[in-house]
C-alpha cells in the first residue's frame, strides 16, 4: 500500500506546473524547433537523399525495413512542411494536443527517413516532448485554443514531464553502460582523449577548444573525465526517483554538454529541448506576470510578448548562424555554441540564486 | 487520461525501457542499431592501440580519364558533402566497409557515384577506388606526432579492369 502511494507520488506529484508556465514552455519549446531541430539540414540534404540509388538505402532494423529504397523527394518535402506548420500551430496554441501529436510523429518519420544512410542519430526525444507533453494540458494557457474558447478545462498534468524524466534518466544510462564494458574505467587508457582525437583527425571538428584539448598530455586529467562521464551517465537513471536530484543532474548535463562542444565540438541540442522542461517555468511565469501586470491585460501581452520574441530572437540567431560567418570548417553551427553557452549561463545563475537563497524551489 | 491508465502506462514503459535495451543490444550485435529506439550512443570503444591513439581515414583514389592529371584524393566529405558530419563515417562503414562486395552495385549505383567523384574532382574519372588508412599518433616532447600509418586496405569500386 505504501509503494503504491509513493509510486503514485513519484508519477503524479514529482513536478508542480501552472496552465501559464507550462504554456510558455510550449512557445518556447516551439520555436525551438521551428528553427533548430527539423531533422535534416534542409532541401540540398533532402535531395541528395533522394537521388541515391538503393545499393546505398541501408535503414537501421526496424519499419524502415519495410522499404526498399530511399523515399521520393515528396516525402521529405511534405514532412518538412507539415512539421513546420504544425510547429508554427503549437507556438500559437492551435488545436494544441492535436498539433503536439502531429508535430512528433512528422519528427519521428522524417529522421527515419534520413537515418537510411546506415547511421542512427539519437535525437527520438525530439519527436517524444511534444507526443508526450500533448497529454499535459499544455495549451491550456497562452493559445489560440484558450482565446478561442476551446479550453474547458484549464487543470494540467505533470505525469508527461515525469514520463520524460524517466525516459531521459534511462537513455542517458544506456549512454554510460557500455563506458563501463568497454573500459572506460581502466586507468591505462583514455577514453575520452580517444574519442577527441577520433574526432579531431576523422571528423575534422577542430573548432573551439579542440587544438588546446589535444595538446593536452595529463592523462590524470582525461582519467578524470572518463570517471566522471560514467558516473554521471549512469547515475542518471538513479535520480529519476528524486526529482530534486534529476534537476541536479540536468543542470550537469548542461554543463556537460558545453564541455562536450568545447572539446569534442558535438553540440547535441535536442536534448536542451527536454533539460529546458525541468526549469521552474511557474516562476518565469509569475515574474512575467509581475512585469506585466501594470498595463492590465497582463494575460495577452505575455502571449504575445512570449510568443513575438521566441521568433524574433531565435530567428535572428539562426539568420545569423546560416550566413556562415564564424566557425566556417566546422559542422558545428554558431546558433548551437550560442543556446548552449546560454543554457551554461542560465544554469550559473540559478546555482548562484540557489547559494544565496533567493529562490527556493529551483531545485 | 484517468489515473490507473497512466499508471499502467508507467508500468508498461519500465518493463519495456530494459527489454528493448536487451534487443537494441542482440540486434545491433547480430546486425545494425535498430531505430526507433530509447538509447543514446555509448561510444564505447577505447581507441587506443599498443599506447598509440588509432584513428581510421577512407579516402577516395580518382583516377582521371586524361593522362596529363594524376591520381586526385578525395575525401568522403568531399565527394558527399550534403551529408551531415554525424552520419557520414556511419555512411562509409555501411556502404563502403572493408568486407563490401563492391561488384555487386549495380550499373545505377556505380553511375551514381561516379557523377559524385566527377562532381567533386572536377575532371572526367575512369576509375575509383577506396583507401582505407589507420594512423597513429603518440606525445611526443609535449606535442603529438603521427607515428605511424598503415593502409589496411585498397579496393577498387569502378574502372580498372
Known amino acids: 500500500m505504501k509503494q503504491s502511494s509513493s509510486f503514485n507520488r513519484w508519477i503524479f506529484q514529482s513536478y508542480s506546473g ?60 511534405i514532412l518538412r512542411l507539415t512539421i513546420i506548420l504544425s510547429a508554427v500551430a503549437l ?19 522524417l529522421q527515419g527517413g534520413i537515418f537510411s544512410v546506415g547511421k542512427v542519430n539519437h535525437e527520438i526525444l525530439i519527436g517524444m516532448v511534444p507526443l508526450i507533453m500533448a497529454f499535459s494540458n499544455w495549451g491550456a494557457a497562452y493559445s489560440a485554443d484558450q482565446y478561442g474558447g476551446q479550453v474547458s478545462d484549464r487543470s494540467i498534468e505533470t505525469w508527461p514531464i515525469t514520463l520524460l524524466s524517466l525516459l531521459l534518466g534511462f537513455m542517458m544510462f544506456t549512454a554510460g553502460f557500455p563506458k563501463i564494458l568497454g573500459g572506460w574505467l581502466d586507468p591505462a587508457t583514455q577514453a575520452t582523449q580517444g574519442h577527441l582525437i577520433n574526432q579531431y583527425f576523422e571528423n575534422g571538428r577542430q573548432a573551439l577548444l579542440a587544438s ?37 543532474f540536468a543542470a550537469v548535463a548542461v554543463l556537460f554538454h558545453f564541455s562536450t562542444m568545447m572539446i569534442l565540438n558535438i553540440a547535441f541540442l535536442p536534448n536542451f529541448a527536454v533539460y529546458a522542461l525541468f526549469l521552474n517555468w511557474s ?41 556562415d560567418m564564424v566557425l566556417r570548417n566546422s559542422d558545428l553551427m554558431l546558433h548551437e555554441v550560442v543556446l548552449v553557452s546560454f543554457a551554461l549561463f542560465i544554469v550559473i545563475v540559478i546555482i548562484f540564486r540557489h547559494f544565496l537563497n533567493r529562490n527556493k524551489t529551483v531545485f | 487520461m484517468a489515473k490507473n491508465r497512466v499508471k499502467k502506462l508507467f508500468i508498461v514503459v519500465m518493463i519495456f525501457l530494459p527489454l ?66 554525424s552520419q557520414l563515417s556511419g555512411f562509409m562503414r555501411q556502404n563502403f566497409s572493408d568486407g563490401r ?14 557523377n559524385r567523384a566527377q562532381g567533386s574532382a572536377g575532371v572526367e574519372i575512369r576509375v ?27 579496393q577498387v569500386i569502378i574502372g580498372g579492369e
Open chain 1, 91 to 109: 507556438l500559437l496554441g492551435f488545436f494544441t494536443k492535436k498539433v503536439s501529436i502531429i508535430t512528433g510523429v512528422a519528427v519521428l518519420l
Open chain 1, 283 to 323: 516562476a518565469i511565469h509569475n515574474g512575467m506576470k509581475r512585469f506585466f501586470s501594470k498595463g492590465g491585460n497582463a494575460e495577452k501581452y505575455i502571449y504575445v510578448t512570449v510568443s513575438g520574441l521566441t521568433v524574433l530572437l531565435f530567428g535572428i540567431l539562426k539568420w545569423i548562424s546560416i550566413q
Open chain 2, 20 to 85: 528493448q535495451y536487451m534487443v537494441v543490444g542482440i540486434v545491433g550485435f547480430l546486425d545494425a542499431e535498430p531505430w526507433p529506439a530509447f538509447v543514446f550512443p555509448g561510444f564505447k570503444s577505447v581507441p587506443v592501440f599498443e599506447g598509440a591513439f588509432e584513428t581510421e581515414q577512407k579516402v577516395f583514389k580518382l583516377v582521371p580519364v586524361s593522362n596529363q592529371e594524376g591520381v586526385i584524393s578525395q575525401t568522403p566529405a568531399e565527394v558527399f558533402p550534403e551529408m551531415p558530419v
Open chain 1, 18 to 77: 501552472t496552465p501559464g508556465g507550462l504554456g510558455i514552455f510550449r512557445i518556447v519549446f516551439a520555436g525551438f524547433l521551428l528553427f533548430f531541430l527539423i531533422p535534416g539540414n534542409g532541401t540540398a540534404h533532402f535531395e541528395f537523399l533522394s537521388s541515391m540509388p538503393a545499393d546505398y538505402f541501408n535503414p537501421p532494423p526496424g519499419p524502415l525495413r519495410l522499404l526498399d529504397g530511399y523515399p521520393p523527394l515528396l516525402f521529405y518535402r
Open chain 1, 212 to 248: 588546446a584539448a589535444l595538446k593536452t598530455d595529463t592523462p590524470l586529467f582525461w582519467e578524470l573525465l572518463d570517471w566522471a562521464t560514467v558516473i554521471f551517465e549512469t547515475g542518471f537513471l538513479f535520480a529519476v526517483w528524486k526529482p530534486r536530484f534529476f534537476k541536479m
Open chain 2, 101 to 114: 562486395d563492391f561488384i555487386s552495385i549495380s550499373n545505377e549505383g556505380k553511375k551514381w557515384l561516379l
Open chain 2, 128 to 154: 575509383i577506388s577506396l583507401r582505407t588508412l589507420k594512423e597513429y599518433r603518440r606525445f611526443e616532447d609535449g606535442s603529438m606526432i603521427l607515428d605511424s600509418t598503415a593502409i589496411i586496405q585498397e
